[in-house]
T-cell receptor, first 114, second 108 residues
Framework: DVKVTQSSRYLVKRTGEKVFLECVQD?????MFWYRQDPGLGLRLIYF???????EKGDIPEGYSVSREKKERFSLILESASTNQTSMYLC?????????????FGPGTRLTVL | GIQVEQSPPDLILQEGANSTLRCNFS?????LQWFHQNPWGQLINLFY???GTKQNGRLSATTVATERYSLLYISSSQTTDSGVYFC??????????FGTGTRLKVLA
């Protein structure tokens, strides 16, 4: 079975802190995604990485950056956390575009910024 | 861009009942998935089904790509089926478009 893990289930940080959210997948997938989920707004794509060191902005990249130094790991960085970044963060991975490319999700990180 | 609509938005069932959830999309797609988000927030992959019919236990799904809809059937529902069901599509790119979900509550 595909396994996608995230570093924390729950996280509480203070405004202005630098926050790192880590995601690891064990299926040698090329593509990895970071989403946030908010009530009434659904899932929104923050960033996408199609391979090591490659990234593309999603719909809401402002206030975030990402790092993909190894194929299995995709990190989301909040440079200076703000209260409006309180949300559920979901990581996903998928084999490369084309063919059967099922997307698999991690368990999510509920981040609260005080 | 593609629009994805799901219906009904909310559904309450008695345990043992059957249900049908619908996903309509506005353009042709090359990828369609159904997910179940459990009460702890994790999205569980149910089906990868850009076309045709698949079954997995009490769940089955059908996508009619030419008519731009997909259906998820839940038979003999159980309380553990509660949660939110999402469909998500792509159309030639990496980006998934998610529907707004159907919130299902199964009562014991």
């Amino acid at each position: 079975d595909v396994k996608v893990t995230q570093s924390s289930r729950y996280l509480v940080k203070r405004t202005g802190e630098k926050v790192f959210l880590e995601c690891v997948q064990d299926m040698d997938h090329e593509n990895m995604f970071w989403y946030r989920q908010d009530p009434g707004l659904g899932l929104r794509l923050i960033y996408f990485s199609y391979d090591v060191k490659m990234k593309e902005k999603g719909d809401i990249p402002e206030g975030y950056s990402v790092s993909r130094e190894k194929k299995e790991r995709f990190s989301l960085i909040l440079e200076s956390a703000s209260t409006n970044q309180t949300s559920m963060y979901l990581c996903a991975s998928r084999a490369r575009l084309g063919g059967v490319n099922t997307q698999y999700f991690g368990p999510g990180t509920r981040l609260t910024v005080l | 861009g593609i629009q994805v609509e799901q219906s009904p938005p909310d559904l309450i069932l008695q345990e043992g009942a059957n249900s049908t959830l619908r996903c309509n999309f506005s353009d042709s797609v090359n990828n369609l998935q159904w997910f179940h988000q459990n009460p702890w927030g994790q999205l569980i992959n149910l089906f990868y089904i850009p076309s045709g019919t698949k079954q997995n236990g009490r769940l089955s799904a059908t996508t009619v790509a030419t008519e731009r809809y997909s259906l998820l059937y839940i038979s003999s529902s159980q309380t553990t089926d509660s949660g939110v069901y999402f469909c998500a599509v792509t159309s030639g790119t990496y980006k998934y478009i998610f529907g707004t979900g159907t919130r299902l509550k199964v009562l014991a």
